[in-house]
Nanobody, 115 residues
Framework: QVQVVESGGGLVQAGGSLRLSCAAS????????IDWYRQAPGKQREWVAG???????NYADSVKGRFTVSRDNAKNTVYLQMNSLKPEDTAVYYC?????????WGQGTQVTVST
């Protein structure tokens, strides 16, 4: 059973930074692609960024240049560094681990950006 736990959310002022973490267990972490999603109140969940097993990264246009995704396979952890945060970045952020037998989600971590 793959377990996924996000952490690092919080309240920050516009222009500030946060770093989210996604820790996974129960899979061959280094083989897994990891995606970050977010869901704002009243909106659909949207893809934010992803990192492949070979460290290739990709970003949604809305966060490109502000967010950076990275991974530390020794710690089974993926990070989402979020800079220059905007109020529209306010959402619950989720991590999805893609394995050969299915996708696994964490419980999410709340990010709130105040004006």
């Amino acid at each position: 059973q793959v377990q996924v736990v996000e952490s690092g959310g919080g309240l920050v002022q516009a222009g500030g930074s946060l770093r989210l973490s996604c820790a996974a267990s129960g899979s061959t972490f280094s083989d897994n692609a990891i995606d970050w999603y977010r869901q704002a109140p009243g909106k659909q969940r949207e893809w934010v960024a992803g990192i492949g097993s070979r460290f290739f990264t990709n970003y949604a246009d809305s966060v490109k240049g502000r967010f950076t995704v990275s991974r530390d396979n020794a710690k089974n952890t993926v990070y989402l560094q979020m800079n220059s945060l905007k109020p529209e970045d306010t959402a619950v952020y989720y991590c999805r681990v893609v394995t050969g037998v299915g996708n696994y989600w964490g419980q999410g971590t709340q990010v709130t950006v105040s004006t």
